[in-house]
């Protein structure tokens, strides 16, 4: 079976820094995708580690323990425009989302 | 430009009625999926296909049925059988297939449907 965690809500202010996890335990395993979705729209991509460590995209960054069966997104130097849910999605054969984590990101 | 195109992108039904979404893709990918979305809730997988004339029953199939005769396309069928079909859904592609499936995902603008 397949089953992801993350927190439902967070709140961070602007300018800060916020790191999103996720636990996952799924049967296979072939990378982690991270991806954003604003209200109503559609998800876009993120990030995506197949690797263990760290993979940095500007104020974004992925981390990767795979014995641990965990990851986490780092935004740095938040902007209003950050605000949304981030879905963490296990890839295995098709794609595993987890609930998604609403960001709230306030002045 | 490039990219997938999902119509409607608002839909009213009565109960007992079948409804079709239509998903078209010019992306070249061989991968097409079909996710519902629930208020506060992640993306439910309801049919893959990973090629023409194939398809496979994902997480929440039940109610739900596909085709793919041609590869830029995958349409959702909403049936009658679906006990609770009011939801957000979300066609996407990926150039990835099979076991590997290590694709990102593109997403269309997503279709909402409204059972009155």
Redesign the interface.
Same mark, same amino acid.
């Given at each position: 079976g397949q089953n992801?965690d993350q927190p &439902?809500e967070m709140t961070a202010t602007e300018g800060a820094i916020v790191q999103i996890n996720c636990t996952y335990q799924t049967s !296979?395993f072939?990378?982690l $995708?991270w @991806?954003q979705q604003h209200a !109503?729209?559609?998800? &876009? $991509?993120l990030s @995506?580690n197949?690797l263990d460590g760290l993979e940095e995209k500007g104020r974004f960054s992925s981390f990767l323990s795979r014995s641990k069966g965990y990851s986490y997104l780092l935004l740095k130097e938040l902007q209003m425009k950050d605000s949304a849910s981030y879905?963490c999605?296990v890839?295995?054969?098709?794609? &595993? $989302? !987890?609930?998604?984590t &609403?960001l709230t990101v306030k002045p | 430009d490039g990219g997938i195109t999902q119509s409607p992108k608002y839909l009213f039904r009565k109960e007992g009625q079948n409804v079709t979404l239509s998903c078209e893709q010019n992306l070249n990918h061989d991968a097409m999926y079909w996710y519902r979305q629930d208020p506060g809730q992640g993306l439910r997988l309801i049919y893959y296909s990973q090629i023409v004339n194939d398809f496979q029953k994902g997480d929440i199939a039940e109610g739900y049925s596909v085709s793919r005769e041609k590869k830029e396309s995958f349409p959702l069928t909403v049936t009658s059988a679906q006990k609770n079909p009011t939801a957000f859904y979300l066609c996407a592609s990926s150039t990835e297939t099979g076991a590997a499936n290590t694709g990102e995902l593109f997403f269309g603008e997503g279709s909402r449907l409204t059972v009155l």
């Open positions: 992801i &439902t !296979g072939n990378g $995708f @991806y !109503g729209e559609a998800p &876009t $991509f @995506y197949v879905l999605a890839a295995a054969g098709k794609s &595993t $989302f !987890g609930d998604g &609403t | -």
